[in-house]
């Protein structure tokens, strides 16, 4: 397998082309121990030492040394990671669609708590995550709030908009039916 490398104006950065495909759609950026678990390739590249960051691409790795690391010492170790991971037949990330779900209803959970749910409680009611799919979010109104003539309205000029503010993720939000 041959893989072109290319030079970027920061020495630092290194980008590796392996001619397959590594993700479907989107960029995937590791910087640190926690994000680095969702690539298994990231992973036994940071492990080699003197890496400050891993961007994967559909089509590129591109690599960014720590100051004090040597390309002249690195470069054949990242490009027989990268071999050696390629031949398995792996993905580059893993379930990157399940996690990005993932991690945004983590996000709305965040948000809820700490936002709405108290604004909420105030007037005697509750709301409660239902589900979040295709970029909409069902929530349940409950307490003083599930029969208010404005609930509607309090639903999609107050939550959606906060919600939508700070998870762009998330389109709309809509009232949960059974």
Known sequence: MLIETQETPDKNVLNFFPGKTLLKKGNAEFADAK???KS????????L???KSVFITPDMISVTKEEQSSWEDLKPLVLAEIMDYLATGREAVINEEKNSVEETIQKIHGL???????????DGGDIVF???ENGTLFVEMQGTCAGCPYAMRTL??????IIKTYIPEVKSVEKYEN
Do not use: H, N, S
Request: glycine share 8%; no cysteine.
């Open 49 to 51: 030492g003197g890496i």
């Open 35 to 37: 994000t680095i678990r």
């Open 40 to 47: 298994p390739l990231a992973e036994q590249i940071f492990d």
């Open 130 to 132: 239902k589900k979040y």
């Open 112 to 122: 809820l708590d700490a936002r709405i749910r108290p604004a909420v409680r105030q």
């Open 156 to 161: 999609k000029e107050g939550v959606e908009k």
